[in-house]
């Protein structure tokens, strides 16, 4: 969870609980509703070349709203209105956090997962979000058959009372953390959850990696290690979903793929991969494994980019525009190459989050690309090329077929200093017999090409001139 969530976290908390390496080799890959919604407008196709007729043709009004794609966001923006909320409806399958009635207002057939205080943690009294502690009390004092004092853990070699709480403060907030081994505190968490999904798709719960355990639980009266603690935690997790009728738990894993990890995504049914899609990330390749691990095990998994279009501003001289209009339209043409890289034959459980934002309106930042169907893809991923650029990056080139479009993604390896710019492009060689036409982040297109050169962590998305 970053920083500048900390306000609009602790509202929706507060809210909630009251009711209720180089050159690798390329590894294996292992609600309806008719109600209409404003079609997404065609974008402008540039004058050198000619847009394939059907390339916009596969949007429907509910969703999933793209058969090609699973579009995902997290409703941290501050600002709604009417005309936003219908936009986002017609845009996005999945939202993670905000307020289902507003969202089904806009797109009935929409996903949502509200957004609860973790389960790793309670707050404590002064707290911003003190109200869940309020309602576990409560909760307790008619459920006399459990103590109240054994639903969570206590510091090492203490007496275990209320003053020798485990206690720290996160994003804001003073917290303890609760004995997810405790049956009072399994019992009390599935009925706070069942409060909070009550008719939602499930529950998005933050700071739920064993990296968040490790990072901030010490080794306590109850538990020798952080381990053994996310032990526990993953087998509470599964009562909850049990308790909930099997609907989704949403935990943000982050960048955590240990086999504690694994274990607790299996049990919730989802995951929040933050910060994942990463373009100067050399390890790229392990985390699209990662993601074909968890998708094949039944898992949903958000896809979530590390920089928004925010970011980029100060990556201009850095990370240049390259092939693309725009250093963001370079960058987030990458991330959805990315994602093509990984989805499987359906993209029924994974979604990608191509921003973070809550500061601008979704429309504004929406790239345009994702909407263009190039249809399901005909083989995994094949590494085509590998060497080191003129400027002494390492690097890999792989390459995905699809239906209509060949996804060709160049991907830094090594932990070397990185260079981005145009000094850093090498030729990568277009199979013959086919007109390649790239496609923009913007969702136009270019005049078809014979010869393309990549820059470092620049990818391209070529539409098949036959396919047209």
């Given at each position: 969870?970053?920083?500048?969530?900390?306000?609009?976290?602790?509202?929706?908390?507060?809210?909630?609980?009251?009711?209720?390496?180089t050159?690798?080799?390329?590894?294996s890959?292992?609600?309806?509703?008719?109600?209409?919604?404003?079609?997404?407008?065609?974008?402008?196709?540039?004058?050198?070349?000619?847009?394939?007729?059907?390339?916009?043709?596969?949007?429907?009004?509910?969703s999933?709203?793209?058969?090609?794609?699973?579009?995902?966001m997290t409703?941290f923006?501050?600002?709604?209105?009417?005309?936003?909320?219908?936009?986002?409806?017609?845009?996005?399958?999945?939202?993670?956090?905000?307020?289902?009635?507003?969202?089904?207002?806009?797109?009935?057939?929409?996903?949502?997962?509200?957004?609860a205080?973790?389960?790793?943690?309670?707050t404590a009294?002064g707290?911003?979000?003190s109200?869940?502690y309020?309602?576990?009390?409560?909760?307790?004092?008619?459920?006399?058959?459990?103590?109240?004092?054994?639903a969570?853990?206590h510091?090492k070699?203490?007496?275990g009372?209320?003053?020798?709480?485990?206690?720290?403060?996160?994003?804001?907030?003073?917290?303890?953390?609760?004995?997810?081994?405790?049956?009072?505190?399994?019992?009390?968490?599935?009925?706070?959850?069942?409060?909070?999904?009550?008719?939602?798709?499930?529950?998005?719960?933050?700071e739920?990696?064993?990296?968040?355990?490790n990072?901030?639980l010490?080794?306590?009266?109850?538990?020798?290690?952080g381990?053994?603690?996310?032990?526990?935690?993953?087998?509470?997790?599964?009562?909850v979903?049990?308790?909930?009728?099997?609907?989704?738990?949403?935990?943000?894993?982050?960048?955590?793929?240990t086999?504690?990890?694994?274990?607790?995504?299996?049990a919730?049914?989802?995951?929040h991969?933050?910060?994942?899609?990463?373009?100067?990330q050399?390890?790229?390749?392990?985390?699209?494994?990662?993601?074909?691990r968890?998708?094949?095990?039944?898992?949903?998994?958000?896809?979530?980019?590390?920089?928004?279009?925010?970011?980029m501003?100060?990556m201009?001289?850095?990370?240049?525009?390259?092939?693309?209009?725009?250093?963001?339209?370079?960058?987030?043409?990458?991330?959805?190459?990315?994602?093509?890289?990984?989805?499987?034959?359906?993209?029924?459980l994974?979604?990608?989050?191509?921003?973070?934002?809550?500061?601008?309106?979704?429309?504004?930042?929406?790239?345009?690309?994702?909407?263009?169907?190039?249809?399901?893809?005909?083989?995994?991923?094949?590494q085509?090329?590998?060497?080191?650029?003129?400027?002494?990056?390492?690097?890999?080139?792989?390459?995905?077929?699809?239906?209509?479009a060949?996804?060709?993604?160049?991907?830094?390896?090594?932990?070397?200093a990185?260079?981005?710019?145009?000094?850093?492009?090498?030729?990568?060689?277009?199979?013959?017999g086919?007109?390649?036409?790239?496609?923009?982040?913007d969702?136009t297109?270019g005049?078809?090409?014979?010869?393309?050169?990549?820059?470092?962590?620049?990818?391209?998305?070529?539409?098949?001139?036959?396919?047209?």
């Open positions: 969870m970053h920083a500048t969530h900390i306000a609009l976290a602790a509202i929706l908390i507060a809210a909630v609980a009251c009711t209720d390496a050159s690798p080799a390329a590894p890959d292992s609600l309806a509703t008719t109600k209409q919604l404003p079609t997404p407008t065609l974008p402008t196709v540039n004058a050198s070349s000619t847009a394939p007729a059907s390339l916009y043709n596969d949007y429907s009004s509910t999933p709203h793209w058969s090609h794609i699973t579009t995902m409703d923006y501050y600002s709604w209105t009417t005309s936003e909320r219908a936009w986002a409806g017609a845009h996005y399958d999945f939202a993670m956090s905000g307020t289902g009635s507003a969202w089904r207002a806009g797109n009935p057939s929409v996903g949502h997962y509200p957004y205080l973790s389960w790793t943690t309670m009294p707290s911003l979000a109200s869940y309020a309602d576990m009390k409560s909760w307790f004092a008619v459920h006399p058959q459990y103590a109240l004092e054994k969570f853990v510091k070699g203490s007496v009372d209320s003053a020798s709480r485990v206690y720290f403060n996160r994003w804001g907030s003073n917290r303890w953390a609760i004995n997810p081994g405790d049956a009072g505190a399994v019992a009390y968490s599935v009925n706070r959850v069942q409060r909070v999904v009550g008719a939602e798709n499930g529950v998005f719960f933050d739920a990696s064993s990296g968040d355990i990072n901030w010490p080794a306590t009266r109850e538990y020798a290690s381990s053994a603690y996310f032990t526990s935690l993953t087998q509470l997790v599964g009562a979903r049990q308790g909930i009728g099997g609907k989704r738990i949403v935990l943000n894993l982050a960048e955590y793929m086999d504690g990890d694994y274990a607790a995504a299996v919730a049914g989802g995951v991969l933050e910060m994942f899609n990463n373009f100067k050399s390890s790229m390749i392990s985390r699209l494994v990662w993601v074909g968890l998708t094949t095990a039944g898992v949903f998994v958000d896809f979530v980019s590390t920089y928004s279009t925010q970011d501003a100060g201009t001289t850095s990370y240049p525009k390259g092939n693309s209009p725009t250093n963001v339209q370079r960058a987030k043409l990458w991330e959805l190459s990315s994602y093509y890289l990984a989805v499987g034959a359906s993209p029924k994974f979604a990608i989050q191509l921003e973070n934002l809550w500061n601008k309106p979704y429309s504004t930042i929406w790239t345009k690309a994702q909407e263009a169907n190039i249809g399901h893809p005909l083989a995994t991923r094949v085509v090329a590998h060497g080191t650029d003129p400027q002494g990056n390492p690097y890999v080139i792989y390459n995905r077929d699809f239906d209509r060949l996804i060709v993604l160049r991907l830094q390896t090594g932990w070397n990185q260079t981005y710019g145009d000094g850093s492009a090498i030729p990568v060689t277009l199979p013959a086919e007109v390649w036409i790239p496609l923009n982040a969702g297109v005049a078809a090409i014979t010869s393309l050169k990549l820059r470092n962590s620049e990818a391209a998305i070529l539409l098949k001139g036959s396919k047209m």
